[in-house]
């Protein structure tokens, strides 16, 4: 089983974490001696750290950042229009 120290910096992967998980866009930050910093893209925006010995569930993909940049302009356009449609509803 990958763990997240296999995972490269500034590469985009497609990862489940664990059994009962999503599907995540990830890309790694940052890397010390113990952890890797990562940023989840989708299905929303955070930073967080993992143990660089801990296993990945399933580490669908690696990405590059053409493709990773298209998975993210649809969820930004499909935010964009939730927030159009919140905003109608309050007028």
């Given amino acids: ?17 664990d059994e009962e998980s999503d599907i995540e866009l990830v890309s790694v930050l940052l890397q010390t001696k113990e952890t890797v910093l990562l940023r989840s893209y989708l299905p929303q925006g955070e930073d967080f750290f993992q143990f660089i010995d801990e296993s990945i569930y399933r580490l ?9 940049e298209r998975y993210e302009a649809l969820y930004a ?8 449609f919140e905003y109608d509803e309050e007028e």
Avoid at 60 to 68: H, P, Q, S, W, Y
Wanted: proline share 3%; net charge negative; glycine share 6%.
């Fill in 1 to 17: 089983m990958p763990s997240f120290g296999d995972l490269k910096l500034n590469t985009y992967y497609l990862i489940q974490i």
């Fill in 60 to 68: 669908v993909e690696e990405l590059d950042e053409e493709t990773a």
């Fill in 77 to 84: 356009a499909a935010a964009g229009e939730e927030e159009t």
